[in-house]
Nanobody
Framework: QVRLVESGGGSVQAGGSLRLSCAAS????????MAWFRQAPGKEREGVAA???????NYADSVKGRFTISQDNGKNTLYLQMNSLKDEDSAMYYC?????????????????WGQGTQVTVSS
């Protein structure tokens, strides 16, 4: 059974950094693309960053230059390094796996989801 567990969320001041992790189990990790999404209260879930199986990455315009997605195949873990955080980055962040097809930052493009980790940015 596939399981995705996010960690690393927390509260941080604007301008600070956090690194999120997503540990995958029961999953042929390296063969599939994975991504990070976020959802703030009252808003739709939005794609933040995607890491494709061929090594290419995609980022939402709102996080380009500030966030970096990466993966460690040996640890079956996906990461999201978030720098220069802003108030508007506050949300529940979710890990997604098993890419079903483009576009890579659409929620409907992934089969498996984690439970999320909360990120709160205050100014």
């Amino acid at each position: 059974q596939v399981r995705l567990v996010e960690s690393g969320g927390g509260s941080v001041q604007a301008g600070g950094s956090l690194r999120l992790s997503c540990a995958a189990s029961g999953y042929i990790y390296s063969r599939y693309s994975m991504a990070w999404f976020r959802q703030a209260p009252g808003k739709e879930r939005e794609g933040v960053a995607a890491f494709r199986g061929d090594g290419t990455t995609n980022y939402a315009d709102s996080v380009k230059g500030r966030f970096t997605i990466s993966q460690d195949n040996g640890k079956n873990t996906l990461y999201l390094q978030m720098n220069s955080l802003k108030d508007e980055d506050s949300a529940m962040y979710y890990c997604a796996a098993h890419f079903l097809g483009p576009p890579p930052l659409a929620a409907g493009s992934y089969k498996y989801w984690g439970q999320g980790t909360q990120v709160t940015v205050s100014s």
